[in-house]
């Protein structure tokens, strides 16, 4: 068995949805998982927004011009009348669901049912698409298996149990379509597992079903050893093992949803990052291995804070960290980076929902600095064994940037620098010149 997710520009629209039938009509044994086509999930937030705000009338313009995208789409992807009859049928139990809501009260969970409709009805076209060109294949509910639990963390024994209850139930398929993105929460309410997520589906099925592989198809063959919309000519890497990649997916290579990478590694199930654009291209394969020594990619993610703080007290003090962390753990904000001097600690964040609150507390502590418009630049790469010169080379490559921070020796996999988001584009470009 195994795992095939395609993201919402893979099946954004009637031609692509196409494409993609025809890279699976020819595999057997799989669970093909899809998310919404590009741009509905985003529709449908500003649509629950308007409701929220209580703007029915933006609202009921939203759906209907969402309608008629979909309608187009039914009719360029199905060419048998009877089959555009259902799929348009289908279409209307949709999005008549969607518009009692500009009639009646709206609440967060009915919000999370409104978003869950991007996946449903991408799932629902496909399927019956490849009915119609004579593919043999059934949906699989997410609703029925996916779900997560207390701490809104995948429920691994449930999903196991409930998957294989589904399958069970269509013997005889080879094909299962199910959607991305939606499950269900402790309550048994419909809820999601957070934008982006469909990836995140993908790998949580693949440990239930005990998949020889996940693949998750997207428009580039695989991770790249820089970022592609940066810096010219990078590219793909063959291979990284898990840790690598769970790094390079966090700081930056918006390719695949950080969360996806855990329960593979748990699992032992090799990913596949593969672009339907170029389906030959061998794409990336991650897997539990270590392939090749020193630096294997850059990354950078931008929009980072970071967070100085100074005190006299700190010299030669114990618990002075134990309060900082404290305080961003009460406000539920993560720290990326952190460096310590012995009278600074600096921390970053990408969250700064709390910063004010934050910075009020943490001034009872010392003299507190925010930078704002910050980026991490990562170096991701095996370097376990005691090899010297790489940390050495990142600055050579980096002579011109001014570096705010740098984090070396947290795992055998990165060093981290922060540097200002204006300097990102050359301080990439330097590191490829230099290091590739
Ligand atoms: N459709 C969802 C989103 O746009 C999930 C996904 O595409 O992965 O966030
Ligand atoms: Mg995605």
Not at 20 to 38: F, R
Not at 48 to 76: F, I, M, P, R, W
Not at 119 to 127: C, P, V, Y
Not at 192 to 200: E, V
Request: aromatic fraction near 8%.
């Amino acid at each position: 068995m195994k795992v095939l997710k395609f993201g919402g520009t893979s099946v954004g629209s009637a031609e692509r949805m196409k494409k993609v039938a025809e890279l699976i009509v020819a595999k057997k044994n799989i669970i093909v998982v899809l998310s919404a086509m590009s741009g509905t999930t985003n529709s449908l937030v500003e649509f629950a927004n308007c409701l929220h705000q209580k703007k029915s009338d933006v609202a009921t313009d939203l759906l209907l011009g969402l309608h008629e995208k979909y309608k187009q789409t039914v009719e360029e992807l199905f060419s048998k009348d009877a089959f555009k009859q259902t799929a348009d049928e289908m279409l209307s139990s949709h999005f008549n669901y969607l518009k009692q809501y500009t009639l009646d009260s709206f609440t967060l969970f009915e919000e999370k049912a409104v978003l869950a409709q991007g996946e449903l009805l991408s799932t629902a076209l496909f399927q019956l698409y490849l009915e119609e060109i004579g593919h043999t294949s059934a949906l699989l509910p997410a609703l029925n298996f996916m779900r997560i639990d207390k701490e809104e963390e995948p429920d691994h024994f449930y999903i196991k149990e409930n998957l294989k209850r589904e399958l069970d139930r269509q013997p005889g398929i080879n094909c299962f379509i199910t959607q991305g993105f939606i499950c269900r929460n402790v309550y048994g309410e419909i809820d999601n597992l957070k934008r982006g997520g469909s990836d995140y589906t993908a790998s949580i099925i693949g440990v239930a079903a005990q998949a020889d592989e996940v693949q998750i198809w997207t428009d580039i063959d695989g991770m790249h050893n820089n970022d592609p919309r940066i810096v010219d000519k990078t590219s793909p890497i063959e291979h990284l093992s898990f840790d690598e990649a769970a790094e390079l997916a966090y700081f930056g290579a918006k390719i695949l949803h950080p969360s996806s990478i855990r329960p593979a590694k748990e699992a032992n199930i090799p990913v596949r990052l593969k672009s339907t654009l170029q389906p030959e291209a061998e794409g990336t394969l991650i897997t539990a291995d270590l392939s090749g020594e020193g630096i294997k990619a850059i990354a950078a993610k931008s929009g980072i804070t970071a967070v100085k703080i100074k005190s006299g007290r700190m010299l030669l003090a114990y618990g002075f960290l134990r309060k900082v962390f404290e305080i961003f753990e009460s406000y539920k904000t993560p720290i990326d980076m952190i460096t310590t001097s012995e009278v600074a600690v600096s921390v970053t964040i990408d969250d700064t929902t709390h910063l004010e609150k934050i910075v009020a507390e943490l001034n009872e502590y010392g003299n507190v600095e925010v930078d704002h418009d910050q980026s991490i630049v990562c170096i991701v790469g095996d370097f376990t064994s005691p090899k010297t010169g790489i940390a050495n080379q990142v600055f050579e490559a980096l002579t011109e940037t001014p570096i705010r921070m740098i984090s070396y020796g947290g795992s055998n996999h990165n060093i981290s620098i922060l540097i200002n988001s204006k300097d990102t584009k050359s301080a990439l470009q330097a590191l490829h010149n230099y290091l590739f």
